[in-house]
């Protein structure tokens, strides 16, 4: 499906003909999904902003006062099949016996439900269902465990406004309930980090215990067959969370439904002991309110294990952006299911996936806590299983006003960060500042030193990964720069064959249209190029822009043969809205594709083989798209 050869600077046709994510991914007008993912009043098939006008329009949502109240002719009936639910569950909301019902009756959610009537969550329009002309229908939606509980209200046109015309509807949550369940490595190989969201007073169960099985466990059962069990101490886990005065600028810092919402708190605690390569299942959650999830997880291997293959996947740039009404289901969901099946069935197939890699761009949350929430849904569907690695993209962190409260950031930059005069930082984070992503995950730096989540250094058998920040300075004198050089300078490439650098923009990439972007890369190629160079960098994975890109083994923006200069690779193609309509016109792109996917690396002692995997939205079809072998470095 459109594979093209960049020198003939054709148009990219490669968009999936169903894609409802159209236009510029980096546009000034970003689209934010509202929590129920509805369409816009166009009829455009764009999906509608929870920050455009036309999620208040005043027309729709009058409310009426007091004094003005006028309630409807007959009182109708709202019911919902499940009175409770789990993180993710689908519900059916319905409503019956509506007299006089109009398309402009309405139906809003809530979440926390003692709230004012303008404080909703989302909304949705009784015309959504077939039947709303003679008073009944329904919906079926997927919500999520914020620890608060949801309700759901019906508003009945009148002269004066909207008004209540049935019974409220109340769907209760375990507010112990553990989600966004996800693994991390830390700086010892005999470890591995699990962190989880749930109440703040809850008192946390971490326990774990080798089992005989050779695959993941897929329905979060213990499958019993056990040696010892370990129990992590309760005094050994941690927990984390934050609030919006930390927030630099709104909405992130504005607290109501659909911005600034209380996030619980990130518990953390390691697994430690473990024995190398093999697996293991564990449980996490609430002791106190005795609720507990089940996975299980390959242990990693010494990294200066001799071992004949390891494998990775990596992408950038996902958000949450799914259909909430299931006639389409785009690109995080199916990247989400596909990763997740190739997770189990590398596994089966006896070639385990050691890590997967998300460099930056993760919820797309943008200062809308509820969108976190959703993402971390998508998270644990692959994190609970294999440790998942994160960094930093320009929406977790770009912001133009300090914190309130601090002369730093929780990166420690100070003011706004890094913005030079031809970067194109804006308010991507939409006043996040890097607050949320500091505070959900934690990688190591304990070891090769770092900043936190920002960049740092892990390593597995055979391959030593760097995670840099392309939103901080990588200038010769910056502090990120010294910490890189003396890393790259201290690799063992005899137990390390392949060095992998990851971050969020790209250097060797231009796209038509994105002349902020291509400025962006030209510096980055200044910058590092003759460090990658210097010390034998093979592979360069970036995100940011919504396509995928390979280029030539590349210097200075220049081709040298194959081994002797590192290929990089654009994948921002895990979920959000595709760039549309592009062309790659540089003569260092040997490859472009406009589709949702990811990319599958396999390494073994003399080769790097690359694969970018495309997915077909809402199926579990996929193709390898591309392909590329990269060899050990060579004398040029």
């Not at 209200?153 to 375990?174: C, K, L």
Request: contains cysteine.
């Amino acid at each position: 499906m459109g594979l093209l050869n960049a020198r003939s600077h054709l148009v990219c046709l490669g968009v999936l003909a169903c894609c409802m994510f159209n236009g510029p991914p980096h546009a000034s007008s970003l689209t934010v999904p509202t929590f129920l993912h509805r369409h816009s009043p166009a009829g455009d098939h764009q999906l509608l902003s929870v920050e455009h006008p036309s999620f208040h329009d005043p027309k729709k949502l009058k409310f009426a006062t007091s004094s003005q109240e006028s309630q409807p002719s007959v009182l109708g009936v709202l019911k919902s099949n499940a009175s409770r639910i789990s993180d993710g569950d689908d519900v059916i909301i319905s409503w019956s016996g509506v007299r006089d019902a109009r398309d402009a009756d309405w139906i809003a959610v809530y979440c926390p439900l003692h709230t004012t009537d303008d404080d909703y969550l989302d909304f949705f329009p009784v015309n959504v269902s077939s039947s709303w002309k003679l008073g009944h229908g329904s919906v079926q939606m997927k919500l999520f465990n914020m620890r608060e509980d949801y309700e759901f209200r019906y508003y009945s046109t009148t002269s004066a406004g909207h008004v209540e015309g049935t019974n409220r509807v109340r769907v209760t949550v375990d507010t112990y309930e553990p989600c966004h369940g996800h693994l991390s490595l830390t700086e010892d190989s005999a470890e591995m980090r699990i962190s989880w969201t749930s109440r703040c007073d809850d008192v946390p169960l971490v326990r774990y215990a080798q089992t005989l099985s050779h695959a993941y466990d897929s329905d979060d059962s213990d499958n019993g067959d056990h040696a010892v069990v370990s129990d992590v101490p309760v005094s050994l886990i941690t927990r984390r969370t934050y609030t919006a005065r930390q927030m630099c600028a709104p909405p992130a810092n504005v607290t109501a439904a659909i911005s600034f919402r209380d996030p619980g708190c990130t518990f953390s605690a390691v697994m430690s002991e473990l024995k190398p390569g093999v697996y293991y299942d564990y449980e996490y959650g609430s002791k106190s309110a005795n609720n507990t999830k089940h996975a299980s997880f390959r242990s990693p291997q010494p990294p200066e294990t001799e071992v004949a293959h390891v494998r990775f996947i990596a992408y950038g740039d996902m958000g949450v952006q799914y259909h909430p009404y299931y006639w389409l289901r785009p690109g995080a969901e199916t990247i989400a299911e596909a990763v997740s099946r190739d997770i189990r069935t590398s596994a089966q197939e006896l070639e385990p996936v050691d890590v997967v890699c998300h460099f930056g761009d993760l919820s797309y949350a943008v200062g809308h806590g509820y969108l976190w929430e959703q993402w971390g849904w998508l998270l644990a569907k692959m994190a609970q299983y294999v440790p998942y690695m994160v960094g930093v993209g320009n929406h977790e962190y770009d912001h133009v006003l300090p914190s309130p409260h601090s002369d730093r950031d929780v990166s420690n930059a100070t003011g706004s960060g890094y913005r030079p005069s031809w970067g194109n930082m804006g308010r991507d984070s939409h006043g996040e500042c890097g607050v949320p992503t500091y505070t959900r995950f934690t990688m190591p730096t304990g070891r090769y030193g770092g900043n936190s989540v920002f960049w740092y250094s892990f390593e597995v058998p055979l391959v030593r990964f760097v995670m840099l920040s392309t939103e901080h300075s990588l200038e010769a004198k910056s502090e990120q720069y010294a910490w890189l050089e003396s890393l790259l300078r201290n690799v063992n490439r005899t137990t390390h064959p392949w060095l992998v650098v990851m971050a969020h923009r790209p250097a060797y990439s231009v796209v038509t249209g994105h002349k902020g972007d291509n400025t962006f890369g030209e510096h980055l190629r200044s910058q590092l190029d003759d460090l990658l160079m210097t010390y034998h960098v093979n592979l360069v994975l970036t995100g940011h822009m919504h396509s995928y890109q390979r280029s030539c083994p590349g210097y200075m923006g220049g081709c040298r043969p194959d081994g002797t200069a590192p290929v990089h690779i654009v994948v921002g193609t895990s979920g959000a809205q595709l760039t549309s309509g592009a062309e790659f016109p540089a003569d260092f792109t040997m490859a472009a594709w406009i589709n949702f996917g990811y990319c599958r690396v396999d390494a073994n002692s003399t080769n790097l083989h690359v694969d970018f995997i495309t997915v077909e939205q809402g199926s579990q079809k996929h193709t390898i798209s591309d392909t590329v072998d990269i060899p050990l470095w060579r004398a040029a």
